[in-house]
């Protein structure tokens, strides 16, 4: 895609990954695709604010090129270390010779791990500026959102804030603007950014726009390092992390088994027919068949989780168990959660269900249910009204 002007003299110069499927080591699934922003400033002095992803540094060259000459730029800010942004930074340095790079002191060190360069580097701290001519940018730093060289930079002329992968998406789409999309997808995929990338960060996030806010500056448009820059409420989108980061939650209960011969899915979904019938939203995902990215995502504003498994090995199966190891890593808050399964001549995977769940932090671990080979029809009455007690609390 061409270069996108996103208000007077500032150009959106990133690119579109269509075709990217997974993120952070597969771990986050992507399937509408990502883009990767870079905004070029013009003005007196020409700053470049973050970069793309490697394979993708032609194109956004070029965008560059139909606004300015490359070795006219004089700043090239870099608020986040990881590849998807800077992987364009050797390229551009020899094209760009009187560039400066500027991030915090955690950048410099981070980027020449990366790199190994010994470019001209400024580091600045939270409130440090640059003048670009009618332009000012202001750092922030923001340590642990999501490394520890994040830094937010703001433009108090336009009102512009770029935050880098704070309120991002991964959503490539041939529109720019929150305006220009539907709006149920692209809540969607903020959410599921959020719950698979900054969750565990949350008191993190909340001390960050907590600190943004008593600067009382105005942010008419943010302008993230992936997908969707927010022009016309960017509000929304902040209020959203609040909310999300306050691990506030709604009557909803996200139901995640894996069976081995169809008994844990029977409690499953007899569990479920409680649960609804009492009234909650449930999801019921078997981890086998489903994104465990999106079930993350559903997880973010449920109350209650209710997570089973068949015994195998004297342990629970293992995609469930690869499943509670990133969930133990997000550390939900304040959620009622329950486990259940079944076994054959010994039990143990509801045992070491509610072990994990110990470890992720989570206090109101309600009593289990299980049972030896397949539940009769007393055992799934139990399972029904385990669903409808479990509403109740």
Same mark, same amino acid.
């Not at 986040?80 to 560039?99: I, N, Q, R, T």
């Not at 340590?143 to 991002?168: K, Q, R, V």
């Not at 499943?323 to 039990?347: D, H, I, Q």
């Given at each position: ?6 208000? !007077? ?217 992936? =997908? ?41 979904? !007899? ?57 133990? =890593?997000?550390?939900? !808050? ?44 007393? =055992? ?6 385990? =669903? ?6």
């Amino acid at each position: 895609m061409s270069a996108v002007e996103i208000k !007077k003299d500032i150009h959106w110069v990133g690119v579109v990954d269509w075709n990217v499927r997974d993120f952070h080591g597969h771990t986050y699934t992507t399937k509408r695709g990502t883009t990767y922003n870079s905004y070029l400033i013009k003005d007196e002095l020409i700053a470049l604010v973050d970069t793309v992803r490697a394979p993708f540094t032609e194109e956004s060259i070029a965008n560059i090129r139909q606004i300015v000459p490359l070795e006219k730029i004089d700043y090239i800010i870099a608020n986040h270390v990881e590849a998807d942004h800077s992987g364009a930074l050797p390229k551009l340095m020899k094209l760009c010779p009187k560039a400066k790079v500027v991030g915090t002191a955690k950048c410099k060190e981070g980027l020449y791990r990366h790199y190994y360069e010994n470019w001209d580097f400024q580091v600045v701290k939270s409130q440090d500026k640059i003048k670009l001519g009618q332009r000012t940018l202001t750092f922030l730093e923001a340590p642990m959102l999501h490394w520890p060289d994040s830094m937010f930079t703001y433009i108090p002329e336009d009102a512009l804030l770029m935050p880098n992968d704070a309120f991002g998406q991964h959503y490539a789409t041939s529109f720019r603007f929150d305006d220009e999309v539907e709006q149920v997808v692209l809540m969607e995929e903020a959410a599921k950014y959020y719950a698979n990338i900054l969750w565990p960060l949350s008191s993190l996030v909340l001390r960050k726009i907590e600190e943004v806010q008593k600067l009382n500056i105005p942010i008419k448009m943010i302008a993230p390092s992936h =997908g969707i820059i927010w022009r016309k409420d960017p509000g929304k989108i902040i209020q959203a992390y609040l909310s999300w980061a306050s691990n506030e939650t709604k009557k909803k209960v996200v139901v995640v088994f894996e069976t081995m011969w169809g008994a844990t899915e029977k409690m499953a979904r !007899k569990i479920s027919e409680g649960l609804i019938d009492a009234g909650l939203e449930v999801k019921l995902y078997d981890i086998a068949r489903s994104d465990r990215t999106d079930i993350f995502k559903e997880m973010l504003n449920a109350k209650g989780f209710i997570i089973g498994s068949s015994t195998h090995d004297n342990d629970m199966l293992p995609n469930i168990a690869s499943f509670m190891e990133l969930l133990k =890593g997000l550390k939900p !808050k304040n959620r009622v959660v329950a486990v259940f399964g079944s076994y054959g001549w010994a039990g143990g995977a509801v045992k070491e269900l509610e072990e994990v769940l110990k470890e992720t932090g989570i206090q109101e671990i309600k009593p289990s249910i299980s049972f030896q080979y397949l539940p009769d029809e007393e =055992g799934m009455k139990k399972c029904y009204d385990f =669903g409808v007690e479990f509403a109740r609390l």
